[in-house]
T-cell receptor, first 112, second 111 residues
Framework: GQQLNQSPQSMFIQEGEDVSMNCTSS?????WLWYKQDPGEGPVLLIA?????ELTSNGRLTAQFGITRKDSFLNISASIPSDVGIYFC????????????FGTGTRLQVFP | DAGITQSPRYKITETGRQVTLMCHQT?????MFWYRQDLGHGLRLIYY???????DKGEVPDGYVVSRSKTENFPLTLESATRSQTSVYFC??????????FGQGTRLTVV
């Protein structure tokens, strides 16, 4: 079945630095979603992408839907301590769009 | 209160016991999902439902049972709990034109 692989697995950065993470799949997706999970909470939607090549921003966050439809990228500019958490990519599978699957996550730690 | 709620938040059970995790949403969303979260595996889909009385297997369904007799409820049952089912379980719901909203999770420990 379709799988989503995220990299890096974890990141330790200094406050103020920019962050980049990505999500790849061996098969295409028609929607890419990025969620953030704060410690002890459920994931919350950050950005949704619906078209190949689409670039969407949400404050300091920018995400792109890869042209091949097999990858997506999330960038965070000027990181702050509240950016700490786990970032997940997700998307409905191609053959069953009711089935929403998630990646393995990128754990972000921000040091002051 | 509006939203999606899971209960209990924490549960400790013994190997072999049956345990049911509850999920309730007040939006009348069509779709509901159960995921488990384990270190190194991200969120893995256990079961999902597109509407009342319609359920389907996800990536890791073995050892779990679900039902959806009412749109707002989607309970997950572990028929005979095993230690490998120790995990954090998340329920989510969505509608056709929204993306998924998650509950706060249930931390289950099987001893």
């Amino acid at each position: 079945g379709q799988q989503l692989n995220q990299s890096p697995q974890s990141m330790f950065i200094q406050e103020g630095e920019d962050v980049s993470m990505n999500c790849t799949s061996s098969s295409i997706f028609n929607t890419w979603l990025w969620y953030k999970q704060d410690p002890g909470e459920g994931p919350v939607l950050l950005i949704a992408l619906y078209k190949a090549g689409e670039l969407t921003s949400n404050g300091r966050l920018t995400a792109q839907f890869g042209i091949t439809r097999k990858d997506s990228f999330l960038n965070i500019s000027a990181s702050i301590p509240s950016d700490v958490g786990i970032y997940f990519c997700a998307g409905p599978t191609l053959w069953d769009t009711d089935k929403l699957i998630f990646g393995t996550g990128t754990r972000l730690q921000v040091f002051p | 209160d509006a939203g999606i709620t899971q209960s209990p938040r924490y549960k400790i059970t013994e190997t072999g016991r049956q345990v049911t995790l509850m999920c309730h949403q007040t939006w009348s969303h069509s779709y509901m999902f159960w995921y488990r979260q384990d270190l190194g595996h991200g969120l893995r889909l256990i079961y999902y439902s597109a509407a009342a009385d319609i359920t389907d297997k996800g990536e890791v369904p073995d050892g779990y049972v679900v039902s959806r007799s009412k749109t707002e409820n989607f309970p997950l049952t572990l028929e005979s709990a095993t230690r490998s089912q120790t995990s954090v379980y998340f329920c989510a719901s969505k509608d056709l034109y929204t993306e998924a909203f998650f509950g706060q999770g249930t931390r289950l420990t099987v001893v």
